[in-house]
């Protein structure tokens, strides 16, 4: 592993960052659609759809950053940093889809949880590796 | 410190991004069981408690990382990890408990306090020598 | 960059998760003033301010984690802590401003985004030159 810090994976986390800023943005944009003041979360459906959808962004947003840099830190950076991108598509799809109907918010959120299992996976391989070369002194 | 990535933190944060995926998975089965269809968040009183367990775990889990990571790089990685371990036992304690009724949520939140309040405590006191160590060039 | 661990960062990442703590908290204080028992997330418009204040907070958290790290990382440590002491005082008002009525909660959030401008613009000059260095083999 590289001791200079993975500059990939910032990037990419940045960028996913600015992209959980713009969702933000949009439900504020709904919430001026349909005059619906803060601290009303209620209101017409399309409204509330939208609401959902960025909540149930922020849910899992620390769970996609854990499984990015497990994976991108004792797996592939590159891997990892491709993978991110596809799981800030896959939120696009997600969030666009469930403000049309509760529906078409499902194609977004399966190819939200492939993207998660990916990065899962090379994540439990890499670190499974790095706790047999750290403490079992093997080297694979 | 080490230089090498602390692979025990990796370990344990990424069982806990999987627990927290399982969580969300229990929210899910509450919606199918009690047929409540997305963006709704209101129904039976068990669903409501159900999804309020998965909201707390979600507002509590940012803090989490940071105490079980300064914890874990500044303090001790090995107590980190085994903390952070009783942290999801607590957290799965505190779900289970919730869903039954609202006073039953308590046993597991307090547990989970005490998980948080260790880790913090020896991320302050590891955070503390690191800053005298790094800027008054004390060697204790 | 420096190898050993970002202390102050670090340091003021804590100092944030306890700040995060403190505003759970003081919605809890909220629920036992209007005797709103969990999981019940609606009441008097007071309690409904306070509740989203801190939602916001939550939502905003892991952003601020992201800018406050990447901008430590790869431009100024001092400048980024320095700012994320900002942001916390930012978030302070915001929360305060917010309980008192939904409009004074304007001038901490725009001190909020000020404040994560300010480490975004930095994270992101930091990373490029990273990836310029890293990728392109050019020293600035």
Redesign the interface.
Same mark, same amino acid.
């Given at each position: 592993?590289a001791?200079? #810090?993975p500059? $990939?994976l910032?990037?990419v /986390?940045?960028l996913?960052?600015?992209h959980?800023?713009f969702l933000?943005r949009r439900v504020g944009w709904s919430r001026m659609a349909h005059k619906i003041?803060?601290?009303?979360?209620s209101g017409p459906?399309e409204f509330?759809?939208t609401?959902?959808?960025?909540q149930n962004c922020?849910?899992?947003? #620390?769970?996609f $950053?854990?499984?990015l840099w /497990?994976c991108g830190?004792?797996s592939s950076e590159v891997v990892a940093a491709a993978t991110g991108l596809l799981y800030m598509l896959a939120r696009e799809l997600y969030f666009n889809g469930?403000i049309r109907s509760?529906k078409k918010?499902l194609p977004g959120f399966f190819l939200t949880l492939a993207a998660?299992l990916l990065l899962?996976v090379l994540?439990?391989a890499g670190?499974a590796r790095?706790?047999l070369d750290?403490y079992l002194y093997t080297h694979m």
């Open positions: 592993m001791s200079d #810090p500059v $990939l910032a990037a /986390t940045l996913s960052a600015f959980m800023a933000a003041l803060p601290p009303v979360v459906p509330e759809r609401f959902r959808a960025h922020v849910e899992f947003y #620390p769970l $950053l854990v499984t /497990t830190t004792f469930y509760t918010r998660l899962s994540a439990v670190i790095g706790i750290k």
